[in-house]
């Protein structure tokens, strides 16, 4: 099985910083890497598709980069909607697996 | 609007039964790839199950193989998951979840319905 790894596993931030978040897959994917949102209590929000394709509807400061084995999903100006944990997903062969999460907790 | 609405989780033994369904709406189910992933409480995110369209093509995480039976009924627009010998790690959140063109990523998700497996 592919192994997904974020990093960090907790990161703290203030309105309107840039953050970024790593995901590194325990072998090539090339770009097969989706990244998610999710808020307490609520089902995942679909964000990112091929690494980098932002998904209709998203914000436009949400960016994601990367292939083979190292992707990071940027948030461009954290906004007070943004504080949630995020997770990678690779499905480049399954069983399609998840990061563990990265908590984008407030400062 | 696309929604999906999962049912039928609760408390169960370990070694019980349960079938979990998702009913779709919103769009043509019987057009997309669909997915079952759940949620241990506290814990990340594990994909456990996908359907085809015509259910030619099924697959299943080795934590629940031979265990879970995922099915479909695109004249009912809904999706199953027989749960069979549950254990106490086999408790979480389980979504329904729709896939893209069999790519392997879910574009819409449902609110989830819990299944406990305690004694």
């Known amino acids: 099985d592919i192994q997904m790894t974020q990093s960090p596993s907790t990161l703290s931030a203030s309105v309107g910083d840039r953050v970024t978040i790593t995901c590194r897959a325990s072998q090539s994917i090339s770009n097969w890497l989706a990244w998610y949102q999710q808020k307490p209590g609520k089902a995942p929000k679909f964000l990112i598709y091929?690494?980098?394709s932002l998904e209709s509807g998203v914000p436009s400061r949400f960016s994601g980069s990367g292939s083979g084995t190292e992707f990071t999903l940027t948030i461009s100006s954290l906004q007070p909607d943004d504080f949630a944990t995020y997770y990678c997903q690779q499905y480049n062969s399954y069983p399609w697996t998840f990061g563990q999460g990265t908590k984008v907790e407030i400062k | 609007e696309v929604q999906l609405v999962e049912s039928g989780g609760g408390l169960v033994q370990p070694g019980g039964s349960l079938r979990l369904s998702c009913a779709a709406s919103?769009?043509?189910?019987?057009?997309?790839?669909m997915n079952w992933v759940r949620q241990a409480p506290g814990k990340g995110l594990e994909w456990v199950s996908y359907i085809g369209i015509s259910r030619n093509t099924i697959k299943y995480a080795d934590s629940v193989k031979g265990r879970f039976t995922i099915s479909r009924d695109n004249g009912k627009n809904s999706l199953y998951l027989q749960m069979n010998s549950l254990r106490a790690n086999d408790t979480a959140i389980y979504y329904c979840?729709?896939?893209?063109?069999?790519?392997?990523?879910?574009?819409?998700w449902g609110q989830g319905t819990l299944v406990t497996v305690s004694s």
């Open positions: 919103g769009f043509t189910f019987s057009s997309y790839e």
């Open positions: 979840a729709r896939d893209r063109g069999a790519n392997g990523y879910f574009t819409n």
């Open positions: 091929k690494a980098s």
